[in-house]
C-alpha cells in the first residue's frame, strides 16, 4: 500500500486552486499530465511514500507523433498527501 509521509495509507492528493490555474492560464494547455513519483526524501528506501507531479499538456504536432499529448515544461511538485490534507 501507498503511504503518505507520517505513515497512514494513501487515499489521494489535494491540489490547490492556484496550482491548476497556474497550469490552465495557458491557452496551449489542453489537458493535465499527472505523475505518481518517489518522494524525495524517501529517495532510496524501501517506504511506498510517493508524491504527485502535475503539468500542462499540449497537443503534439510533430507530425506522426506517437503521443498525441507532450508536457509543457511547468512542473508542479506541491501536491499534498490526504490524509492529512483531505480525507
Same mark, same amino acid.
Given at each position: 500500500a501507498l503511504k503518505?509521509? !507520517?505513515g *497512514?495509507?494513501?487515499n489521494g492528493f489535494f491540489i490547490s486552486r492556484e496550482t491548476l490555474e497556474s497550469?490552465?492560464?495557458n491557452e496551449k494547455v489542453a489537458g493535465i499530465h499527472v505523475?505518481?513519483?518517489k518522494h524525495p !526524501?524517501? *529517495?532510496g528506501k524501501d517506504d511506498h511514500v510517493n508524491t504527485l507531479l502535475v503539468?500542462?499538456?499540449e497537443p503534439?504536432?510533430?507530425e506522426g507523433a506517437?503521443?498525441?499529448y507532450v508536457s509543457t515544461g511547468e512542473t508542479h511538485s506541491d501536491s499534498l498527501p490526504c490524509p492529512p490534507w483531505c480525507n
Open positions: 503518505t509521509p !507520517d *497512514s495509507n494513501l497550469i490552465l492560464k505523475h505518481l513519483a !526524501d524517501y *529517495s503539468s500542462g499538456s503534439n504536432t510533430q506517437a503521443k498525441p
